[in-house]
């Protein structure tokens, strides 16, 4: 197979199923930002590809007029490795080849280095484990990035550049400082779809970028350095073709690898409040090594009201962050502490919530619901329709959905999880199983413009499968309301969308399902009326809201909940600015995302003043298609408006916070609000998440006047910092956790939940539910003193600090020998051969698992016996005392005899 690439105008009409995307630069000259994995990593893939005589590609004329490393350099860092090879300076080579050094590698342009472990993930997205000894290869693995583990063994691992050029260039964009090679000089073959138009958008776009640069020796250096003459291209097209429509789609994107949550909800840094579960609330100000002539351990250093605390790092399962209203929290006082009287208050509180919980779950168990058959056969051929790859949590909350619709219980599930993170195709999914069986399904929302947009997508994708999907809701003239309140009678509709009125009007033939979209955002009268049709059909609830992975344990077996907290595949970080507005900005903003083929929200939340923001910014971007939307238009205009918006016939959507709720466009990447200094955290949270939902780097600006107040400047520098998958949790702590929680257990427990914290009421309330369910606890009570040796995991064995105390923290929370052996297997893999240190850790984490399953409450070590305090009596085949005074076995033996013993008593 030869090279063969086809040029097409816009980046837009680059959507073409099995062509391969060679996407232009993301950046302008003057911007301190490289161009993002997406663009850099299908750029060099294709070199690769060329290379190799497989390159089937599609371009703008644009992208492919850039400067490019010639063949024969390109090939001087093309690494394929094998066993038995070497790599020397390993550190050296993967930075020279633009790669960013960091400790779990996670998405694509990364590496690692570990003692003898290498990972990274290069343009061709397989992520690759090499495993040294010495300098030489012992072993190749691809691993898993979401759980940091080896998958299988592989052959050969390929290593290629992670950017266009090696060493220094003084920008991304100006590659042509040290190479001028180009795209013909890959042997390939062109082809073009329109060839004037493809000349015209390559003018305008260079016309562009020189207007936005405003230093002449920049734009100098840019002419010369960045592209060559677009005539060079067009003389070597071969011949003009055009595309059949149905291969303008988009096909799944095999390549792409997951990103998944990097921060946990337990992590904690120094000044955090925290809450020592035997001690109370304190802050944490430090880790600190300590070592005597016998034991070497590492201590959490707590400050109380009166004093500090030391505590083993290894006991770190004893210390949680506090969540919960922080400007009334005070600290606790050691000498004395009301402590342990707030848990006991809190504990009778939690029964009392149980034992509600329990009576409604009774009454929910007992009552038999519908059993929903469906089709294995055309459930698996509706979900191979949808465009995506599912991430895990995605796919375990529809298997979860699924299971309660065929069985014989009712549902009522939540599913959770933050804006874009595919709560949707597990509503779909449902909503399938339910229609082929024979039932219908209502869908409630709470704006008609997330109506109409859901309605398009059901109907889009049920059709095809001859169900038939109806809107119903206030756009829809009085005849044609008449014409769906009658189908819906007659059982002629399958799947009815629409906001509160549906149930106002509509009478259903054989109601199976009930599915109800952002359900936080519906009223008390609303819910109660809601209510009386629930006796006998499925409910699933879905909320935005982002609920602690604590919570879905601890609510387990009584209140059904998915939490979908992965985002989807090639979810990618949000690129934020925040700056005074400047119209230079505006026009930078909006011209980028538009000649890369995407669009824009810009959001402006004053309806007096909207429309002459739109002329405004007509007059700074003239080339841009803009149109105005916001709640006080008539209905019908505003879904007009938002529907040729989301079918790209619209550049730049000027609109209030309705774009808050709802309005979902996957091409719209950047978002544009302005006054953001007006906007609660929350809320700049939520508007911040209406973008960055494909696999393009999206952009969020937050623009406000001349003048800020400390308030406002404290919120636009969170919504900056705070990024990444997990940060509604940290940015809208008190919204989203503390007054939801009331919601969902369906009682305020916000008082108790201050008091002790809310990891720490979740895991009583978690304990409650086990003892109430007859489950037993495994919750490890026993202490050990006397400890030798070193309990300390080396720095050069994990130089992470937040990875090593995530380590302490799962090794002290470990409650089975057969999690210590996963364990065992699990750091061998991503961190090399276990050191002593961390074996004499396990040691004593496993001699701990065992006493506390045989029911001891305490050891000591002595030098030449061990000291075993125990309430039941002991079988112990080894030389010993009992004491039956003091309930104290005196055992003459080690440690590794002791844990010998007492595993032959499990």
Partial sequence: MGNE??????EKDCKINGYFHIPSYDVFPFEDIPNSWYIRSHRIYALYLALNKKLKGVATLYSLTRYVMPPEEFKKYIFNFQRGDTINSPEHLFSQLGYERVFNVREGGQFSIRGEIIDYIGPDEIPIRIELFGNMIEDIRQFDPSTQRSIKKIDTALLLPAKEYIGNITHETMIGEKYKGTILDYDVKLLITNKKKAIEEFVKKEREIRELIIDLDLRHKYVTNSGFDYQKIIKNVSKTISIPAEKQLKEKKEREIPTVPVISEEDFEIGDIVVHKKYGIAKFSGIRKVKNEKLEREYLILEYKDSKLYVPIDRLDLVQKYVGIKDAVKLDNLKKSNWQKRVK????EIEKVVKELLKL????????????E???????????TFPHIETEDQLKAIEEVLEDLSSEKNMDRLVAGDAGYGKTEVAMRAAFKVAISGKQVAILVPTTVLARQHYENFKERFEKFGLRVELYDSSLTNKQKEKVINDVRKGLTDVVIGTHGIFKSLKFADLGLLIIDEEQKFGVVQKEALKKIRVNINILSMSATP???TLHMALSGLKDISVIKTPPFGRKQIQIIV????KRLVRQAILREINRGGQVLYVHNRVLDIDETATKLNEIVPEATIAVAHGQMSKRAMES???AFYHGKIDVLVATTIVENGIDIPN??????DDAHRYGLSQLYQLRGRVGRSDKRAFAYFLYPNKLNKIAEERLKAIKEIVGPGSGFQIALRDMEIRGIGNILGLEQHGFINDIGLHYYFEILNEILDKTQGKISKKIETEIEGMKGSLVIPEDYVYNPIERIRLYRRIASISSINEIEELKRELKDRFGEIPFNVENLLKYTKLRILASGLGIKKIIIKDESILIYTDKKLEINLPHIYNEKDNVYIIFCNEEQLIKELFKGE
């Fill in 668 to 673: 719209a990447n950047t978002i544009i609000v």
């Fill in 579 to 582: 700056s005074k507005f400047d």
């Fill in 361 to 372: 779950n009774a009454i929910r168990q007992t009552t038999k619901g519908l059993i929903i």
């Fill in 345 to 348: 208050k809190a504990r009778k």
């Fill in 641 to 643: 408006t938002v529907q």
């Fill in 547 to 549: 609920i602690p992975r």
């Fill in 5 to 10: 690439i086809l040029i097409v105008p816009t």
């Fill in 374 to 384: 469906g089709d294995s056969e055309l459930e698996k051929e509706f979900a191979e």
